[in-house]
């Protein structure tokens, strides 16, 4: 047996690893490209799924409830835009934050991005009913799927603004985002770019929503 180099049995811990591929959390596929999402409601976690699997669980009642598939429409309605007074009543402290109904709590959820990541914070029903109830936006929003984005102006002012109904994975991707490139107190200069650009995509991407039946047009 020939002698071995010194270290070479150290060799295998110490070389650098391939990264694990991304697998679909239902059938174990291997995932390449472009693939969807999964929400798991009871556990309040996002799951990768291959295209066959999410279309699979678009269908009602599939995989027993426990998986719901993350669609992929984007609606986008100016008129949805809380003003100053609603905005202060839902007590969130930025100018940026999305909204979804969580159907386990069976109540809306709010988050916003923070240095942390995304914080969260109660609605109260009755505050987010008259808020939203008017919203053909919120009207339309699915549980556990899909989120409210909103954008107020940063003075709080009754200005322009911004409300979009987007995918869930979309929105927590924006928070994922921001904390990447957040700096100092108000994130800095690279997360406002990293925010730009979001709603860049986001509203070249949006198709407006339909009004609600009764309400005026």
Not at 70 to 83: A, E, H, N, Q, T
Not at 118 to 144: H, I, K, M, N, Y
Request: glycine share 12%; hydrophobic share 40%.
């Amino acid at each position: 047996m020939s002698p071995r180099a010194p270290g070479a049995g150290l060799r295998r811990f110490v070389a650098p690893r391939q990264p694990m591929p991304e697998r679909c959390e239902l059938c174990g596929v291997e995932l390449t490209g472009t693939h969807r999402h999964l929400v798991d409601a009871g556990k309040r976690a996002l799951a990768c799924a291959c295209v066959p699997c999410a279309l699979v669980l678009e269908r009602p009642g599939a995989g027993g409830g426990r998986f719901a598939a993350v669609p992929d429409r984007v609606l986008g309605d100016p008129g949805s835009v809380p003003d100053a007074a609603a905005w202060q009543r839902l007590r969130i402290p930025v100018s940026v934050a999305f909204f979804f109904h969580n159907s386990v709590l069976d109540r809306p959820v709010v988050l916003y991005p923070s240095p942390a990541g995304a914080t969260e914070s109660e609605v109260d029903p009755g505050t987010w009913q008259s808020v939203f109830g008017d919203s053909p936006l919120a009207g339309t929003l699915r549980p556990d799927v899909e989120a409210l984005l909103v954008r107020r102006d940063r003075d709080g002012g009754d200005g322009d603004g911004e409300c979009y109904l987007l995918p869930v994975d979309r929105a927590y991707e924006l928070v994922g985002r921001l904390r990447l490139n957040w700096q100092g107190f108000d994130g800095g200069s690279g997360a406002r770019a990293e925010l730009a650009a979001f709603f860049d995509d986001v509203r070249q991407r949006a198709a407006p929503v339909a009004p609600r039946e009764g309400l005026p047009t």
